[in-house]
């Protein structure tokens, strides 16, 4: 991974305002990843831990699991990007986490936070979140009520799935691009945010299945990283929903109940192409 | 999830013992399911943590693997139910099953245990067991051998995997209903105990492939967690094997070898509807 | 599991070289699996357990996933096999891994180690994987970054995944038969050293895809230690390669994205019989 020229991406990408323009962005950055296959350091949950490195792997990036505190800091010195999720953090994960995510902020690494559980009731992983922010993650994705909560909003979060719907929360979301780069809100329709333009980006597509399939979330934080590592933060950010919306969408023609459907999902996700990215991406701006 | 009222369940919704009728409350528990979407904690092992939550998704519930000691009381006060599995535990995974089942005591919310690998072999997890019994789980579920090791007998365990078959064993475990409502042995028929009645309940139906499939066994005891959260524990424990049983048969009629029946078994629980637990329910009410 | 016959096997039943007598041996190996159907303790990685198991089942075997070190004793002593892997390591499965190598010496009982990540950058795991090799493992099982790291060699590796041909790094191995019977090392094709033979066993067949889904590395060394349990340790290499070499190569005439591949290979591990053995084997000594 050539992180200089990364870096030069992430300066002189800036995200385009013409649909068309981006949609060549986004395949490209596809391509890219084809290509360069980046090494993505995971530390997730146990539930994702399978499907995150499986969906990485099917969309062309190279995962690795280092998640104890002995090895983080040496691995996320020369992965290519890091994606933290505090789905089921233990200790040594907790402490993973602080060291990958300070260790990528000081060598300039893309890093991603998937807050999952973000809320008043899990306090132990909500102080996480709080203290690493300070490393500046390139992306904040969750769901919409974690969203909302880390963006100092009260609400009646349920576990780890959301009970408020992303278009509630994308204007409340603002806030928290004093500390990431994009914030991505997924749901019935996902919004990103990003310091760069007033726009918010919508992505349409996907399937009511994937929030019945445990991890989709988490896998579509750990394949932003993995964007990021080809292409800048914002078209690495639009990317990745890109890809996870398409396929969930032709998934879902394929299989409609949750066991076949999940499989019919990674086979779009490895069968990604350009033309599908042309043909089914549903990307709007909102002004 | 309203307590008050999940309580007066229990209280007035004792066991039916007209088969008819007794298939109607499974088919209006697996109803309450998909309308309550009950939130689920489960403390469960590496191998079924995805298994486990995506059954429950499949099946209706809302799962939240919050596993660590620090979180595991302010999550199991307001968690619908609460289930417990000793399959590849931690130390902080055991101190999280302490917290969670004497909170789950506490408040009133009904838990599970799955008692994995239960023996003299394996004294750490089983002296677990033991001291969280205090706490007074809904249901007790394992295989075979676990439930007669519990039930004080000696038997030769074979790792986590049952030696004895389920109907050598519904006598022995009816010393089991001192810690808990009811018991479910699995195994080629399932057999379920409870301190309501004098009647055993055999549920037929599944497939020889389950066994086959790692963590089926700690799903199972999940969703029997899940269903505890809508209806009786009877109704629940009874309504959880229904649901596995019906699944497992008609994936195994779908598919022969354990991957695509794993698939397909994971269809038919998503698929479960009021129609296929009229026509495909087996239960036998043994005197 | 009967010990002495086993250890009688391993004395007894060398290496044939004659193509047609080792497809024989190979088989009936397979056949001892189904027979015997081994208790094989793995201690792995939270990517691959759920996969471990499920590929164990499929194939024949009876996994336990005993991964704490209160327990690691009382079970490495009357597991058929024992299997480690330091994919993502925590501190109590490291402590974990070193007691059951020690108790597997001292039993008798073979044990594989599969070094994942094994490099100068890895140093927690890779110290602990040096360390345990005084336990004299049956067989060391690695992608050719990590065997070639491990034999002494200076390789850049990628994270998790290897950088090496298979084929570039079967002679620098020879080395690492002081500390093992046999030495795997998987690739395109997948090559195999052993102490008692000065041929090099190559296995050709599986699918590119292979190394597209995760955790099938780690599979595979589980799998090895299921063959140690009911054959020879040269045998146990081979039919284990053998088994998932055919199981691949169909799979992908079946399947040709990582999802559907994923459970029709699942499917031909469950589905192996004799005749695909007889006929898909492909196996070449090389002089």
Redesign the interface.
Known sequence: MNHPEHLENILTDTLVTEPDALLQKVTEAWRQLQIQQP?V?CIT???????V??IL??AGA???????P??AE??AQ??AAVSLNT??????QMEAMRIAARTAHQTGTPWVIDPV?YSP?????SDLVNEILQYKPAVIRGNASEISTLAGNQVNS????STLSSNEVYSQAKVLLNHAECIAISGESDYILCRSTEQIIKINGGSHLQ?????TGCALGALIAAYTAVTSVEIATIAAHVHFAIAGKLAYET?Q????F??????????MNAELIQQYADIELIS
Chains 1, 2, 3 share one sequence.
């Open positions: 090494l350091q949950n146990s539930v994702a831990a399978n499907y490195a499986n792997l099917a190279s995962p690795a699991m280092i998640d104890n002995f090895e040496a691995f020369v992965a789905g089921t953090p233990t200790s040594e559980g009731l899990l306090k132990w992983r349920k576990g780890v799935d929030p019945k399939v445990t991890a299989a109940k949750t066991g076949s999940n499989v019919a999902f990674m086979d779009y996700i490895n069968g």
